[in-house]
């Protein structure tokens, strides 16, 4: 069956550095997605990785490796607005998205 | 610009009503889904359109059917509410699906209760 995986929960202090991970198993592979979803809101698109290697986007990062089924996203300097779930999608054969059950994250002063 | 609007914001159902859920787009995306996403599950595909006049099943379709008579629209209608169909609805829209996996674009979504 298809499956990705993510911490259910993390905690983080403000201006500390985090990393997410993600691993999938998918028929397919069609690129890798990370969302943000703050409470009570609708997801909102942060990175999209299809090859191996990182990808910066300001205090942002995404990694993927193919060939481990593997993803993190890296946030850096953290801001107390960066507490909200994050969403690991994964494009299989279909090029329909299989997504993570997301990772709650909660920053503290 | 509005991007992807639902309606309505939330409701109330009693149990073997006939509802709605409605989706508009104005971004002239071609595909466009349907997903209900519940505490400690990933969200989960009900149904899916990639272009208009086109309809496709996702995960968990049983239960819901769509329509999609033309780009901007694509309404949700759950035929008789169940109580398991309590959940958070999200419509998303991409571009230019089945050539490449496209960023899928979210609505506000439409928190449901059925009792």
């Known amino acids: 069956g298809q499956n990705i995986d993510q911490p259910t929960e993390m905690t983080a202090t403000e201006g500390a550095i985090v990393q997410i991970n993600c691993t999938y198993q998918t028929s397919g592979f069609n690129g890798l997605f990370w969302y943000q979803q703050h409470a009570g809101e609708a997801p909102t698109f942060l990175s999209y990785n299809v090859l191996d290697g990182l990808e910066e986007k300001g205090r942002f990062s995404s990694f993927l490796s193919r060939s481990k089924g593997y993803s993190y996203l890296l946030l850096k300097e953290l801001q107390m607005k960066d507490s909200a779930s994050y969403l690991c999608?994964?494009?299989?054969?279909?090029?329909?998205?299989?997504w993570g059950a997301g990772t709650k994250l909660i920053i503290k002063p | 610009i509005a991007g992807i609007t639902q309606a309505p914001t939330s409701q109330i159902l009693a149990a073997g009503r006939r509802m709605t859920l409605r989706c508009t787009q104005d971004?002239?995306?071609?595909?466009m889904y349907w997903y209900r996403q519940d505490l400690g599950l990933g969200l989960r595909l009900i149904h899916y359109?990639?272009?208009?006049?086109?309809?496709g099943k996702g995960e968990v379709p049983d239960g819901y059917s769509v329509s999609r008579a033309n780009t901007d629209d694509f309404p949700l209608t759950l035929a008789s509410a169940v109580p398991s169909q309590t959940s958070v609805y999200f419509c998303?829209?991409?571009?230019?699906?089945?050539?490449?996996?496209?960023?899928?674009?979210f609505g506000p979504g439409t928190r449901l209760t059925v009792l």
């Open positions: 971004m002239r995306h071609n595909a």
């Open positions: 998303a829209s991409s571009d230019s699906p089945g050539q490449g996996t496209d960023t899928q674009y």
């Open positions: 999608a994964v494009g299989d054969s279909n090029y329909q998205l299989i």
């Open positions: 359109s990639n272009t208009a006049g086109t309809t």
